[in-house]
């Protein structure tokens, strides 16, 4: 696909990796289109929003490189197929992952589909680090084979987490062109092109639209703050009071004054908004080694069959910067999955993502509806014997 001139449309974000994308794009013989997304109104709320000038950087590296831009607007799909249920989560106690569904429902459905029929587009691209069994340029592609999600080869910037809900056949005609790159090696590139303004640029953190605001007073915009207590798991006493529990995660920690101890969220509960508690970052209260999801979304063909003969022995994550994690997958007759992790794993969050991995290849994912019972709950005291350390680290260090 990559010997004669094709049209690219791609995804332009106006960060170092889109631009970085693009470059080798044109590189490559490509004509290359970039095209910013935008999901979010800022004038429709009070806050700084990033969005504008994203899209005024994505729009210099276009001209610097000497390729045509323009403007798609989602503006409504993402409030109707992403926010929504985002707001829904949060009043139910989850914690959403928004930039799985922005991935699922509007990059890799609707803006791709704008790409390849409304741009005429051969081929949608995107910055991220991840892989398919297609290539990084399509030069492996065919019309006949199934298209895996692969790993990329930087494994600590890995966003396959986020593309996990992709449906199968979206991630055809699909270049990642950062696919054999390290992040390192991005930069060094965007700095040498002359495009260094970008590569200087802060590293984007949690959901785009958001921008430099405080989240809590964003999403108190949108949802009616209840007030509650925080209740002791080991006494049952009140030793606080909150705002609301959308503003708390499991394993956070929480800001107490004039006490003791450092307290971190175990558990939610929305009919009585009490939050429970526990004393210490490495509480036997915020571990366990099972979890339960809802219906699974594979990627991969061959996941029905792996899981047909008992239980399917993998890797997974759920969160996008924790190494991967052995775990063995069940499937109930509902078609839900329960899965039993080797080592006992802080802070597992229902409304999170569990992806899951096998030799490289990302199979696809499942939200965690619910945790089993804590090490505290089998009477069990946290141990470097019953967890990983190097996932126990991470997850602490996030909460601290």
Same mark, same amino acid.
């Given at each position: 696909?990559?010997?004669v001139?094709?049209?690219?449309?791609?995804g332009?974000?106006?960060g170092v990796?889109s631009a970085?994308?693009?470059?080798?794009?044109?590189?490559?013989?490509?004509?290359?289109?970039?095209?910013?997304?935008?999901?979010w109104?800022?004038?429709?709320?009070?806050?700084f929003?990033?969005g504008a000038?994203d899209a005024?950087?994505?729009?210099?590296?276009?001209?610097?490189?000497?390729?045509?831009?323009?403007?798609?607007?989602?503006?409504?799909?993402?409030?109707?197929s992403?926010f929504?249920?985002?707001?829904k989560d949060?009043?139910?106690g989850?914690?959403?992952?928004?930039?799985?569904?922005?991935?699922r429902?509007?990059k890799?459905?609707?803006?791709?589909?704008?790409?390849l029929?409304?741009l005429?587009?051969?081929?949608?691209?995107?910055?991220?680090?991840?892989?398919t069994?297609?290539?990084?340029?399509?030069?492996n592609?065919s019309?006949?084979?199934?298209v895996?999600?692969?790993?990329?080869r930087?494994?600590?910037?890995?966003?396959?987490?986020f593309?996990?809900?992709?449906?199968?056949?979206?991630?055809?005609?699909?270049m990642?062109?950062?696919?054999?790159?390290?992040?390192?090696?991005?930069?060094?590139i965007a700095?040498e092109?002359?495009?260094a303004?970008?590569?200087k640029?802060?590293e984007s953190?949690?959901?785009?639209?958001?921008?430099?605001r405080?989240?809590q007073?964003?999403?108190?915009?949108?949802?009616?703050?209840?007030?509650g207590?925080?209740?002791?798991?080991?006494?049952?006493?009140?030793?606080?009071?909150?705002?609301g529990?959308?503003h708390y995660t499991? @394993?956070?920690?929480?800001k &107490?004054? /004039?006490?003791p101890?450092?307290?971190? %969220?175990? $558990?939610k =509960?929305?009919?009585? !908004?009490?939050?429970?508690?526990a004393p210490?970052?490495?509480?036997p209260?915020l571990y366990?080694?099972?979890?339960?999801?809802s219906e699974?979304?594979w990627?991969?063909?061959?996941?029905?069959?792996?899981?047909k003969?008992?239980p399917l022995?993998?890797k997974?994550?759920y969160q996008?910067?924790?190494?991967?994690?052995e775990?063995?997958?069940?499937r109930?007759?509902?078609?839900t999955?329960?899965?039993?992790?080797?080592?006992?794993l802080r802070?597992?969050?229902?409304?999170?993502?569990?992806?899951f991995?096998?030799?490289?290849?990302c199979?696809?994912?499942?939200?965690?509806?619910s945790? @089993?019972?804590?090490?505290? &709950?089998? /009477?069990?005291e946290?141990?470097e014997? %019953?967890? $990983?350390? =190097?996932?126990?680290? !991470?997850?602490?260090?996030?909460f601290?």
């Amino acid at each position: 696909m990559s010997g004669v001139l094709r049209r690219v449309v791609l995804g332009m974000s106006g960060g170092v990796d889109s631009a970085v994308s693009a470059l080798l794009l044109k590189q490559k013989g490509f004509e290359v289109h970039g095209v910013f997304m935008k999901n979010w109104d800022g004038l429709e709320e009070s806050g700084f929003c990033s969005g504008a000038k994203d899209a005024e950087d994505a729009e210099w590296v276009c001209k610097k490189l000497q390729i045509p831009f323009s403007h798609v607007n989602f503006v409504k799909d993402y409030w109707n197929s992403v926010f929504t249920d985002l707001l829904k989560d949060y009043s139910e106690g989850f914690t959403p992952n928004p930039d799985i569904l922005c991935n699922r429902f509007v990059k890799f459905d609707l803006f791709r589909k704008h790409a390849l029929e409304n741009l005429g587009a051969q081929a949608f691209a995107t910055g991220h680090y991840a892989n398919t069994s297609h290539g990084n340029f399509l030069q492996n592609y065919s019309q006949n084979d199934d298209v895996r999600l692969l790993l990329p080869r930087d494994l600590v910037k890995d966003q396959t987490i986020f593309l996990s809900q992709v449906h199968r056949d979206h991630l055809r005609k699909v270049m990642f062109p950062l696919t054999h790159l390290w992040k390192s090696e991005v930069k060094r590139i965007a700095e040498e092109s002359g495009l260094a303004r970008i590569a200087k640029k802060d590293e984007s953190m949690g959901m785009c639209f958001i921008g430099k605001r405080n989240f809590q007073n964003f999403i108190d915009e949108y949802l009616n703050p209840k007030c509650g207590q925080f209740v002791d798991i080991t006494t049952f006493q009140p030793v606080g009071e909150h705002s609301g529990i959308h503003h708390y995660t499991i @394993g956070q920690k929480c800001k &107490l004054t /004039g006490l003791p101890n450092r307290y971190f %969220v175990v $558990s939610k =509960d929305v009919e009585s !908004q009490q939050i429970l508690v526990a004393p210490g970052t490495n509480h036997p209260s915020l571990y366990s080694d099972l979890f339960f999801t809802s219906e699974p979304h594979w990627i991969s063909p061959d996941c029905e069959e792996l899981l047909k003969d008992g239980p399917l022995k993998c890797k997974f994550r759920y969160q996008n910067r924790h190494n991967l994690m052995e775990c063995s997958v069940m499937r109930t007759l509902n078609n839900t999955l329960v899965v039993r992790t080797r080592t006992f794993l802080r802070a597992l969050t229902p409304g999170q993502f569990a992806a899951f991995y096998k030799d490289g290849e990302c199979l696809g994912s499942a939200r965690i509806r619910s945790v @089993g019972p804590s090490l505290y &709950l089998q /009477g069990m005291e946290f141990s470097e014997e %019953v967890a $990983s350390t =190097d996932t126990v680290m !991470q997850s602490v260090r996030a909460f601290q």
